[in-house]
């Protein structure tokens, strides 16, 4: 018989996992792929911004890993990936807007010079004296990235530069978020033998090569993201179950069953294998009664929650030389009033395709930080209001747009605290004693879209292999 599989989630990690579930299983399996939303791509979200597809979702993929570049090839649209041009991001901090510094590691200084520009005196200083601090030694224990770095280099390293970074990346709290996790390549150069916070940072960062040309670090859809996910739901040809939540997992005789759909008429689907592709309260959720060590451990992952403000501002008005501009925490106006943006992206600047049908200058605020809920209680109206207020203390851009869109992500980003990677580590264990079982998405080893992409596509060929293990069972028989 033709093996079902299930792939609860529509997200990319869902959508990479159908696709590559189709591959390997050929046009004979049925894939069945549910989502409880009426719409696929989860933080993926394309929208029409001043008759421009844009992104107010993810916005960019790492170009320096493989998974999404290669996938873009595996569907022919390799030839819509674009790249940025050529301007730098910015910081708001200490009350100031500087060029964001190279020579750092997430925000983590190689040495003083590199910050100069954005530390203090005082700050400088802290920078100055680390070396001579007695050496670090981690031994492979996990620590917040927060209480290693106030330790060593000063709080203005991190509440200037690496809180805003962790900020854009987690909308993270960096005294909660893990070192090993959130910025492993500092993790590595310190277990490497570095005896130093500023050495760590020096040995991590990539070395020049002389005559070697220059790769573009981010990668994007000339038509947003929504180009990519077509692309893939045409490819996986699996028969889509939209608006329906998951409400229960059972182990059967065979396989799995999964109970769908309103709690007073349910419908259940029994398959051969399923991939969860959710976030980590639904999986421990449908994980409680079949695989509870992995359930319980999956409710330790806290997520954080976020709004985008998207608006297309007038042609001829002159955005700052920036790609965009992160904001600190704690930082306020002129007047005192807080921020409540954490960042804009001024992306007619990143991305030179990205413009108006009119020429209008597209715009995007980001607003949430875990922990910090006030702001994202206030009604769309009001977000807005208030982006834009600190989009003109930023610029002095005080423009009616042409064109918004608010988008709210409730639960939209998963916390890597301290000893995440154990963690998941014990889950993926637990989960992998069930055949035909298997776990995908932003909780596990990393919340960009690459990542996303290898942990569907890693489901994908788990369940593969547990389907051909049955097979050739039955045929021993």
Known sequence: MAPRVAVV????????AAHRLRRELGPQAEIVLVEQA?????????????????DLGAEAFLARRPEVLRLADELGVAADVVHPGGVSASVHAGGRTRRLPTGTVMGVPAGPEAV??????????AVRAEPELPPLRLEGADISVGEL???????????????????????????????RATVPA??????????????????????????????PVFGAFHSGYRRLIDQLLIAADARLRLGLPVRGLTRTATGWRLEIGAAPSPEFLDVDGVVLAVPAPSARRLLQDVVPAAAVKLGEVELASMIVVGFALPADV???????VLIARGERHADGTPFTAKAFTFSSNKWPHLRGAGGELLVRGSVGRFGETADLRLDDAEVQRRVRADLAELTGIAAEPVDSVVLRWGGGLPQYGVGHLDLIADVERAVAEQPGLALAGAALHGVGVPACVATGEAAAMEITRALLRGTRREVGT
């Open 38 to 54: 009426s719409r696929v791509g989860g933080k993926l979200r394309t929208v029409e911004l001043a008759g421009r597809a844009y």
């Open 9 to 16: 989630g529509g997200g990319i990690a869902g959508l990479a």
């Open 149 to 179: 770095l106030r330790g060593r280099v000063g709080d203005e390293v991190v509440d200037r530069l690496v809180e805003p970074l962790l900020g854009g990346v987690y909308a993270g709290d960096s005294n909660r978020l893990g070192l």
């Open 186 to 215: 500092l993790a590595a150069a310190l277990d490497a033998g570095a005896e130093s916070i500023t050495e760590a940072a020096a040995s991590a960062l990539p070395a020049p090569k002389p005559g070697a040309p220059k790769l």
């Open 116 to 125: 100069r520009d954005v530390l203090s005196d005082s700050g400088l200083a």
């Open 318 to 324: 002159a955005l700052p030389e920036a790609s965009g």
